[in-house]
């Protein structure tokens, strides 16, 4: 596991984006049949994954996040029925592009988790952090404006 | 700036045990905007909600935020909580530190850090929140049914039941749909017609219901509870009102090589005609096409026959406006054209012939009267070969890849009659499985094999060639493994079915989104499976996905209560989350019309001011009574003129900032 | 007095004009030419006449923190992070870049004085280059520029194979002294100076641009300038982008914002665009409501309302990097010849 | 091209002898041969000072946005790559076809004043095109390139010389026509470099932008109203030029704007000031899209939806990223 300079392991942060009908309910369940997942993963509740635009996930990275997934519910099970369609097609072409500009492609995913899939939640959080912590903190999309002072 | 009050819930030790409440509470103090924290064992509880009542009254609270469990737990209580205290309930935001921190946290200090840092972003949130109001409207109380079909019927029925006006409309002369050209049902083997019949009786008596027959539907605007329709009244060529449904006009008709459409083409019609004996309505159509009045000018004979003074040549279609709260899909299904399908030689030999078009043949008021004869020289077939999943569940480009749903058991029905009126008549039935999930269907199926002896051969025909007046048919029996030749009088194939094609236009036309194939969807494919995802649009019968008369009569009464609930609501309360075009940044570009699931965008051409600048331009807007709050045309409005209430841009961000801070 | 180097000796001289403080000079990033912090590694290009931007960044940078807040609890913190304060060279800088410093410094030097220009400008040395090969989109000539002999603290030659370094005042005798050991002495060399000052003014004399006359442009004008029907015709290709805005020495327009860092809010400066539709943004908008209006402003500015307030000093130094950077080539000079004296023509 | 801008002049001059056009909109001679302005001509004799060369690159499309809301018709001369954008603003409802008139000119070939810098051309005094040849007289003396070697980069991969939309045309038959590349091998190139190459490749490039928004202002997409980067309530306002976050946010989000409806013109990358190859990002975006979602490119016509604002229910997923080869 990377350390950081002050010799203390390193938490990569990870904002989560879910979808308040699937995913975020899926996170719920992950919590009701207590699944660990690592604390620095916080879920940020959006309507539909048609909701998350890409200025939140560079928003994300510029403050100073290590990782951004979104969920959404599976394709074909949308609440709004076809929102996560386009998500799916944006977000594949926004990580392409951040993957072009040299953003370690690792560092974004999309996951589809239902409101049953507590244990999938968990895991994928799990997995996802562990390759975060592997990367370490993002350098690349980071605003030193926002990470490198006190102010 | 806001005045906030933090509320964190202990939950009893479920919160309490793994984060900090006091701490939490403390922290949110020092967030800008928050004058007031405090925590309580269950907030949930008539004590905490009190305690935020008193809180709100007391502080001069403008938006609380509670920390406490899931918002799809209570985030719907502590919004009326809020508004008892005389806050707008949207002022109200939920940090989630039970099922995403406390629960799956161990380690009190990390979880107590996330729980303050959940509450900071639910804070950050907040003070971007504005008061929100939900629109109302008004619902107009009628009901409009497109296709007078089984489904159709049994919706508009159930919906007149109930009280409400509900109006049919139906494209060709009658209401009866494809149940009336059926002959028997399965698996019970009762008359379609005499279970059929009665109901269309009802509808067409019925005070509530009017039918608008050989009609369709012109154009349609507005939204849930208040759609205004265009129908289109086609001109029969005879005046309704005056018409007795005699049918001297029929029979003196001296034009009569037509084919008949309910006959399937079997035999023919005159040109002045109704399409079944129990039509309803029993007023004639005209055949244009076919009539020698309208073709060459002479003739007359009907008009002349009428006594009535019924006949109208001049008659010209009417279009009626008419205003609906809810509109029910009922368009039904076709069979596929076989005409790809040259393995069979459907074009090519008479004797080959759909299924739909055998349930005409045993018909009693069918071309045959009833008698199995075969097209080609009116003989009673001695060997009869079926063969089911034509198109159905196909690989092939021309087939349809899913199960039509209801040939397995209609071949089990016409080879069970078969063999019963005719015992000794041979009957084939090529399949690929034989499904039969449904009430006494196994064992229709089981009887037609073991007690009336019908010859199943599992595995496909590849070939029927006519050679000597006989059908060979070529097929492979995979039981056996091997191929057989079957030398037979007639092949029945069951073609797949497919939706009207008249639905596709209709969809367009109510923003009803289809599938691949064209079967309207459904608003959640579980939990809605009657309702179209824009709302105030139902779903019933064969227009959302194969199924057969129980299936959709049970569907058909479920649409109706989902009209009938409509309808009984006066005023209808939208959600405020809706989106929200700031004109002076739309550019009318229409991308945001195009990703929108419910068709809520339209555009019109609106003095925009900016800040001093006058200019008429065209600019999106949404229509929040239809609107469900996806955000979609939110990301893909690229000068963020389309914002989503309740999830705004700068809300979301804030929230973003404040957990990456 | 007048010292030279052998050109193979510059890097030595760049180490030594680099310690103790920042070396600014024309260096080649990714095939572009602009001026940059020098490093041994770095690619110099003095043979390119003009950098994409001017040397007015290290005096008036494009974005500058002025101060920052901090909120802890309810209480706010006030912290000053000001940098203005590094001591540094600029190499390299021609004679119309040198020439807009007076320009700036009539802007920010004046009352009140602008306390992070004044810093930067008594911190920094000016050590300017004449020009050898100028170009077609020059035009200093017309506002009494000598590209010959540019003004700035150290006047530097490019002759053969030599360095000549002419130190011109004070903050320029100070910094030879710190170079002095790597020079020696070119009293002997004046002739050669001279003329290849002389090669240079001729060039400079045969230049399309330099013939532009610039009469009738200045206070008395101002209306009947500000009303002419030209300025729609002349803005209406202008995309209202900010290049030569950006590009300009002279330019001197800047917003200030804040910056919400999440830990505080840094208050900065950047350079702001009269071309761009939100520049000035108040309540009501943008005061100058059509690209006309702004398009008119920045010209306005640059040849009437600045020589009127400034004894008759134009805010162009007729470097020419709008004529060549403008994305639909409309810039100054075809708006002299549309509104200035037939002879333009 | 002298045959082109002679068929321009006189066409324009029938058309606004007769009353079916008010205006005019092409090229005006500039002080160098190589700095022609867009303008709009109103008379006949105007039209004199209507030039077509091989700078005339300055895409047209762009200003019948605003000459549309105007009274009249207008006569546009577009270049084969510029009727893509033509098209592009009228599915957007951006510009009133019904006032305007298309001539579509025949191309040879635009050329690259900053590559001709590039190559030690200054002081130039004029410049003649013969031919595959163009000859320049400078004060430095005379020089002599073949076109196709200073061809501006969106022309050296042009996308063809087929007009997409036009009233007529005006393509002579002796246009010089030239080799074109691939215009995604660029891409590729970059897609096979290390993810850490990449990034050092796109720092050193956006590190120059100095946000003059020069690549906005002139794209036939972005033309929103009012752009998210100037709105100061959008919450994501960006003036300053802190040489880090700010020129990837601005430069990925604007990218990503125009994904599935940039006509990949390439005026973004010919007026950067900077020279920064901003038409890599869109290509990249059309090349993902025609790999994920089939064969695509806006502004080929004015119907249909565009890629992003359809699906499939059986579309790649975002995770395709991962499974690509490279780092």
Known sequence: ?151 | MQKIGVFVCWCGSNIAATVDVEAVAQASLSEPGVVFSTNYQYMCSEGGQSAIRNAIAEHGLTGIVVCACSPRMHEATFRKTAAVAGLNPYMVEIANIREQCSWIHRDKEEGTKKAIILARAAVAKLNRNVPLIAGESQVIKRALVIGGGIAGIQTALDVADAGYEVDIVEKTPTIGGKMAMLDKTFPTLDCAACILTPKMVDASAHEKISLFTYSEVESVSGFVGNFTVNIRKKARGVNSDLCTGCGVCIEKCPSKKAKSEFNQGLCNRSAIYIPFAQAIPNVPVIDRESCIKFQTGKCGVCEKVCTAKAIDYAQEDEIITRQYGAIVLATGFKPISLESYDEFQYNQCPDVITSLEFERICNAAGPTKGKVLRPSDHEPPKTVVFVQCVGSRATVECGKTYCSKICCMYTAKHAMLLREKYPDTEVYVFYIDVRTPGKSFDEFYRRAVEEYGVHYIKGMVGKVAEEDGRLIVQGSDLIADKQVIIEADMVVLAAAIEPDPTARSLGTMFTASMDTNDFFTEAHPKLRPVESPTAGIYLSGLCQGPKDIPDTVAQAGAAASKVIGLLSKDKLVGNPCVAACNEPLCNGCSTCELVCPYGAITYEEHLVVDHGVRETRRVSCVNEAICQGCGACTVTCPSGAMDLKGFTNLQIMAEVDAICR | MMLKLSIEKMGELFQRLAEGRKLYLPLDRGGQVDFGPWTPEAKVRLDRLKTIKSAKDFFFPQTENIVSFKRQGKDISIIENRDAEEPFVVFGVRGCDARSLDVLDRVFLCDPVDSFYKARRENGVVVSMACSEPEETCFCSIFGIDAADPQGDVVTYIIGDFLYWDERTDKGRALTETVKSLFSDASGDSSLVERSRGEIRDIVSRLPLCSLSLEGFDGSALKEKFGSPLWSELSQACVGCGTCTYVCPTCQCYDIQDFDTGHGIRRFRCWDSCMYSDFTLMAHGNPRKSQVERFRQRFMHKLIYFPANNDGMYSCVGCGRCVAKCPISMNITKVIKALGVEVNV | MRRVRDMMRSRAGELLKDGAVTRVLGWKSGEFYYDPTPSFFDTEESLDELVYNGFSAAMLSKYLIEATKKEGRVLVFLKPCDTYSFNHLLKEHKVDREKTYVIGVGCGGMLDIEKLRALGVKGIESMEELGENLVIHTLYGDKKFARGDVLLEKCATCKGLEHKASDELAVPDELWEWETSDRFARVSELEGMTSGERFAFWRGELSRCIRCNACRNACPVCSCNKCVFDNPRSGVIAKANADTFEENMFHIIRAFHVAGRCTDCGECSRVCPQNIPLHLLNRKFIKDINAFYGEYQSGESVDGKSPLTEFRTGDVEPGIVHERGGA
């Not at chain 1, 002050?6 to 919590?31: H, M, Q, R, T």
């Not at chain 1, 099970?77 to 500009?101: E, I, K, V």
């Not at chain 1, 988790?113 to 939640?121: D, L, R, T, Y």
Request: proline share 4%; hydrophobic share 40%.
């Open chain 1, 1 to 151: 596991m990377p350390i950081n300079e002050e010799g203390a392991a390193f938490k990569p942060l990870i904002v989560a984006f879910c979808c308040n009908w699937c995913s975020y309910a899926g996170a719920d369940l992950a919590g009701s049949s207590r699944l660990n997942y690592p604390v620095n993963v916080k879920v940020i509740r959006v309507p539909c994954s048609c909701r998350v635009n890409p200025l939140f996930i560079l928003r994300a990275f510029q403050r100073g996040a290590d990782g951004v997934i979104m969920c959404g519910c599976h394709p074909g099970d949308c609440h709004y029925t076809s929102g996560n369609y386009f998500a799916r097609r944006r977000m594949a072409l926004l990580f392409s592009m951040l993957d072009y500009l040299g953003i370690e492609r690792g560092r974004t995913r999309v996951e589809w988790v239902s409101a049953a899939e507590g244990a999938k939640f968990a895991n994928t959080m799990n997995q996802f952090a562990e390759t975060i912590s592997a990367l370490g903190e993002c350098r690349r999309l980071e605003d030193i404006r926002c990470v490198e002072s006190e102010i």
